[in-house]
């Protein structure tokens, strides 16, 4: 029987550079606690998935767009505070 190609794609296996799997990074959350509102995950994210809000009096990132992450990682990478979960 032919399998759908949505389920042919979710069942592939993508490779880094290295050849080693891929495994999705998404962010369980921001701790605002962390945060200084730097804007560096937002400048790096391909999705437009953060965006800087003001909490209580202070600008922080928040996580406003998640269904569109790819769970490619470069926010946790870059954040100087180490605030992303
Ligand atoms: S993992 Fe990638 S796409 Fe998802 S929020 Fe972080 S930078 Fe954006
Ligand atoms: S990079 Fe880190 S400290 Fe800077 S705005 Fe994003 S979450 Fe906040």
Redesign the pocket.
């Known amino acids: 029987m032919r399998r759908r190609v949505s389920d042919r794609v979710r069942n592939q296996i993508i490779l880094c550079q290295d050849g080693s799997p891929f495994v999705?990074?998404?962010?369980g959350g921001i701790n605002f606690l962390k945060c200084t509102g730097c804007g560096e995950?937002i400048k790096?994210?391909?999705?437009?998935?953060?965006e800087l809000q003001e909490i209580n009096g202070k600008l922080v990132a928040v996580?406003t767009k998640?269904e569109?992450?790819?769970?490619?990682?470069?926010?946790?990478i870059v954040c100087p505070e180490d605030a992303?979960l």
């Open positions: 999705p990074q998404y962010p995950c790096v994210c391909p999705q437009g998935c953060i996580l998640m569109l992450c790819i769970g490619d990682g470069m926010c946790k992303f």
